[in-house]
């Protein structure tokens, strides 16, 4: 639900009338604004700690014979798991690859959203599962059987045919779509390459990310939209659009934390297979909520896909029971002397 309601959300942000066409600007103050959250959540998170170290003991409760009860620990409060935000530069460079990468992926994204309609945007984005396979080939070293490479001729089948079935077909915005499907899974990667730099604490991952993108967007909005901006000084006065602004932030920083904790819970596969599967129910919601023209070509090439990435996953799910109860179990110690 978050998913479907940030791409809507920016969609609007990426579309002329509410903001501005400055989809760079639009992206670096999502980031800006997750900073921020970051840094509040840290203060809740430092004064929770604080409190529930200080915490009194508490006796244990007698029932009616006499006899005592032990009582359940307290639990600890929501805030307690955000980390102190803190820039330590030596971490942050460390990150910056996978800052790089994360500016690359939410650009080419926001660009893919703004100059393609809703319903393709996530055909112009299947090929995510594509990469994914052949890069974890090459960096992870991960071999790629017979089965996986016919899952994948079905996703790209899919694509060619909504292509094709696409009746405002945007070059640009399907050659955006293609390079945020290489750095989305390049990111899926690098994030759990990276994780370990900070302890595998996914809000500080978070925090220094965003904080290099803020660095980073910069001189590309000086020199792609430094004008488009200046002559938009009535729209940034505007409460409606830092308000819509806001809650994309808001929106934003949901994504990245549910993405990080995905990826560290599963797996970078796990993460593009079920952003896969909520793409065919945002694209079939758009045809009704945006009015896009749908075509019998454009239907099945968002339903190839669907069908290509599960059974894909039916695929990796036998590969990997196969490969588990393929490994020998570890041998354990002899405690008592050999003769």
């Excluded at 508490?58 to 005592?68: E, R, Y």
């Excluded at 409606?240 to 904790?261: E, K, P, R």
Aim: aromatic share 12%; with cysteine.
């Amino acid at each position: 639900v978050v998913s479907i309601s940030m791409v809507y959300l920016n969609k609007i942000l990426m579309s002329d009338g509410l903001s501005i066409p400055a989809p760079l600007f639009v992206t670096w103050y999502q980031c800006l604004f997750t900073v921020f959250i970051c840094w509040i959540a840290g203060l809740c998170g430092q004064r929770a700690r604080g409190s529930n170290s200080g915490q009194q003991y508490t006796p244990v409760s007698v029932n009616d014979n006499g006899a005592s009860m032990p009582t359940n620990p307290p639990r600890p409060s929501f805030f307690a798991q955000f980390p102190k935000a803190e820039y330590v530069m030596v971490q942050a460079k460390q990150i910056f690859p996978l800052s790089l990468v994360f500016v690359g992926m939410i650009t080419f994204n926001n660009l893919c959203l703004k100059y393609v309609e809703v319903s393709f945007y996530n055909v112009a984005r299947s090929l995510t599962i594509v990469f994914n396979v052949f890069l974890s080939r090459i960096f992870l070293g991960i071999p790629t059987s017979c089965k996986t490479m016919l899952c994948l001729a079905i996703v790209i089948s899919g694509f060619v045919m909504g292509t094709h079935g696409e009746i405002n077909f945007s070059l640009i915005g399907t050659v955006s779509g293609i390079m945020s499907s290489l750095f989305v899974s390049l990111n899926s990667i690098f994030t759990k390459k990276v994780l370990p730099v900070v302890d595998d604490n996914h809000w500080k991952l978070t925090f220094y990310n965003n904080v290099n993108a803020t660095f980073l967007f910069i001189p590309l909005i000086v020199y792609f939209e430094g004008e488009i901006i200046m002559n938009s000084i009535e729209r940034l006065t505007s409460a409606a659009f830092w308000s819509a602004m806001s809650v994309a932030g808001f929106f934003g920083f949901s994504i990245g934390i549910v993405t990080v904790l995905q990826i560290k819970a599963t797996s970078p596969l796990t993460h593009n297979i079920s952003g896969t599967a909520k793409a065919a129910v945002q694209s079939l919601m758009a045809f009704y909520l945006w009015g896009n023209e749908w075509t019998i070509m454009g239907v099945l090439g968002i339903f190839t896909v669907l069908g290509g990435s599960l059974l894909y996953t039916f695929v990796r799910m036998g590969e990997n029971a196969r490969n588990l109860s393929a490994t020998p179990p570890p041998q354990q110690e002899m405690t008592g002397r050999q003769v």
